[in-house]
């Protein structure tokens, strides 16, 4: 989905919630509703939260933030409704909260993940899942062990266009895929993570402490606060943000896990103040299905090449292009008269009249017929982050993990951590080891 359709579907999403909050409590007993704690309350997850206000089955009762105008802002879309606490462990220890969604910065991911299954609660995680590879193992067997539901928030493989994707490639239409590539471009500020900062951000609004938490201590920082993403401390940049997406629907479209090595180049060319991941990377992912992808992301234009995927077979290719995809055949035949030409003449003749070349290489013998041009699909009506959301809380009644569980999100996030573990060590391949489900040590 492109920029001005997601704000589209934003803005008529929240003028939704509000309507629908209203009415909520009539008709759905409050014993059969599943209730939520929101742990970071900033700009997507109170995307997430219009979503669920959307569905009358769900009811938000707890929001922690480090940021206090964000919790209140939240709250207030609950129709004022849920508490605020100013530490989440309030939300795990509330015997009355059943479900919880984080949206925190990439590095408290595994340890909140991990303290709310154990505390009994049903998780939906933002993506990227984790920090670094090895938290992956271990949040899988903590949800293994607890017995609880997870799910990861990369929603696109949610949506219906994704769907009919992986349907006809499971169908072999597209033949024999081999090559992958898929980008995401942007060329403004907020596009590179420079977010407008609140006035009021300051160390009496924000609890600094709350947010370091586990990572490296540092002087309070409105930027680092609410730029979180441009640092290496708390997140891994452009590889765990916008490649986990295109990562994650790779592997749902493909039915594909982990590749077998990847290689990764990143720089710092534009973007250099109030950051130190890189505006440009570049990766090669190589399966052991026997494909290739080409990741490639760059902040500085986006105007060459609109962001999307191509998925190229032998027998046609699949385009994806915002809320749209489409089949294009390759209809291909041989033409190989610009060398046969360059032969003795009589040998051009004979090859000519060889009834299977023709048959092959002149299209004034072949028998009438149409070939297909070109197939597509749009996407209408409710978009993929309410169906995503919907279908973990659908997970939770049936207590049945959904596709994207735990064990699929640690394979998408450790796609972007191997891309910067090649970065950060000069380009190095990184391969996979598939018996460890871990990086090759």
């Given at each position: 989905m492109?920029?001005?359709?997601?704000m589209?579907?934003s803005?008529?999403?929240?003028?939704?919630a509000g309507?629908?909050?209203?009415?909520?409590s009539?008709?759905?007993?409050?014993?059969d509703?599943i209730?939520?704690?929101?742990?970071g309350s900033?700009a997507r997850?109170?995307?997430?939260?219009?979503?669920?206000?959307?569905?009358?089955d769900?009811?938000?009762?707890?929001?922690s933030d480090?940021?206090?105008?964000?919790?209140?802002?939240a709250?207030?879309r609950?129709?004022?409704r849920a508490k605020i606490v100013?530490?989440?462990k309030?939300?795990?220890?509330d015997s009355?909260?059943?479900?919880v969604?984080i949206?925190?910065?990439?590095h408290?991911?595994?340890t909140?993940?991990?303290?709310?299954?154990?505390?009994g609660k049903?998780?939906?995680?933002?993506k990227?899942?984790?920090?670094?590879?090895?938290?992956g193992?271990?949040i899988?067997d903590?949800?293994?062990?607890?017995?609880?539901?997870?799910?990861?928030g990369?929603q696109?493989?949610?949506?219906?266009t994704q769907?009919?994707?992986r349907?006809i490639?499971?169908?072999g239409?597209?033949?024999?895929?081999?090559m992958?590539?898929?980008?995401y471009?942007?060329?403004t500020?907020?596009?590179?993570?420079i977010?407008?900062?609140?006035?009021?951000?300051?160390?009496?609004?924000?609890d600094?402490?709350?947010?370091?938490?586990p990572?490296?201590?540092h002087?309070?920082?409105?930027?680092?606060?609410?730029r979180?993403r441009?640092?290496w401390d708390?997140?891994?940049?452009i590889?765990?943000?916008?490649?986990?997406h295109?990562?994650?629907?790779?592997?749902?479209?493909?039915?594909?896990?982990?590749?077998?090595?990847?290689i990764?180049?990143?720089?710092?060319?534009?973007?250099?103040?109030?950051?130190?991941?890189?505006?440009t990377v570049n990766?090669?992912?190589?399966y052991?299905?026997?494909?290739?992808?080409?990741l490639s992301?760059?902040?500085?234009n986006?105007?060459s090449s609109?962001?999307?995927?191509?998925?190229?077979?032998?027998?046609?290719?699949?385009?994806?292009?915002?809320?749209?995809?489409?089949?294009l055949p390759?209809n291909?035949?041989e033409?190989n008269?610009?060398?046969?030409?360059?032969?003795?003449?009589?040998?051009?003749?004979?090859?000519y009249?060889?009834?299977?070349?023709?048959q092959?290489?002149?299209p004034?013998?072949?028998?009438?017929q149409?070939k297909?041009?070109?197939?597509?699909w749009e996407?209408?009506?409710?978009?993929?982050?309410?169906i995503h959301?919907?279908?973990?809380f659908d997970?939770?009644?049936?207590?049945k993990?959904?596709?994207q569980?735990?064990r699929?999100?640690?394979?998408?996030a450790?796609c972007?951590?191997?891309?910067?573990?090649?970065?950060?060590?000069?380009?190095?391949p990184?391969?996979?080891?598939?018996?460890?489900?871990?990086v090759?040590a």
């Amino acid at each position: 989905m492109n920029r001005r359709e997601f704000m589209k579907r934003s803005t008529a999403m929240g003028v939704s919630a509000g309507m629908m909050s209203s009415v909520r409590s009539s008709r759905v007993p409050p014993s059969d509703r599943i209730t939520v704690g929101i742990i970071g309350s900033g700009a997507r997850a109170q995307q997430l939260m219009d979503a669920m206000a959307l569905m009358p089955d769900v009811e938000m009762v707890a929001v922690s933030d480090a940021y206090q105008g964000r919790a209140e802002r939240a709250r207030a879309r609950t129709g004022g409704r849920a508490k605020i606490v100013k530490d989440y462990k309030e939300i795990l220890a509330d015997s009355q909260v059943d479900t919880v969604l984080i949206g925190t910065p990439d590095h408290w991911h595994k340890t909140m993940v991990v303290e709310s299954v154990e505390a009994g609660k049903d998780v939906y995680c933002e993506k990227p899942l984790t920090y670094s590879v090895d938290e992956g193992l271990e949040i899988v067997d903590a949800v293994k062990r607890t017995n609880r539901i997870l799910q990861v928030g990369s929603q696109g493989m949610s949506s219906p266009t994704q769907e009919q994707a992986r349907k006809i490639v499971q169908e072999g239409k597209l033949g024999k895929v081999t090559m992958i590539r898929a980008s995401y471009n942007r060329n403004t500020a907020s596009g590179a993570w420079i977010y407008p900062i609140p006035p009021d951000a300051s160390e009496k609004t924000i609890d600094w402490q709350a947010f370091l938490g586990p990572a490296p201590d540092h002087p309070f920082s409105r930027e680092r606060f609410f730029r979180w993403r441009c640092y290496w401390d708390y997140s891994g940049g452009i590889s765990t943000d916008l490649f986990v997406h295109l990562v994650t629907t790779i592997h749902f479209v493909m039915n594909a896990t982990m590749p077998k090595t990847v290689i990764g180049s990143g720089e710092l060319y534009r973007w250099t103040e109030s950051r130190d991941v890189p505006d440009t990377v570049n990766a090669i992912l190589i399966y052991p299905e026997n494909f290739t992808v080409n990741l490639s992301s760059t902040f500085n234009n986006q105007s060459s090449s609109e962001s999307g995927f191509e998925i190229l077979g032998t027998e046609g290719s699949l385009v994806f292009r915002g809320g749209e995809i489409r089949y294009l055949p390759e209809n291909n035949y041989e033409d190989n008269r610009w060398v046969v030409r360059s032969w003795p003449e009589e040998l051009e003749k004979a090859y000519y009249n060889d009834p299977q070349v023709q048959q092959q290489e002149s299209p004034w013998t072949w028998e009438p017929q149409v070939k297909t041009s070109l197939n597509s699909w749009e996407e209408w009506g409710q978009d993929a982050t309410f169906i995503h959301a919907r279908r973990f809380f659908d997970a939770v009644r049936s207590r049945k993990q959904p596709v994207q569980d735990a064990r699929f999100g640690h394979h998408a996030a450790s796609c972007a951590h191997m891309i910067n573990m090649s970065i950060r060590d000069g380009g190095r391949p990184v391969e996979w080891d598939f018996n460890r489900d871990n990086v090759k040590a």
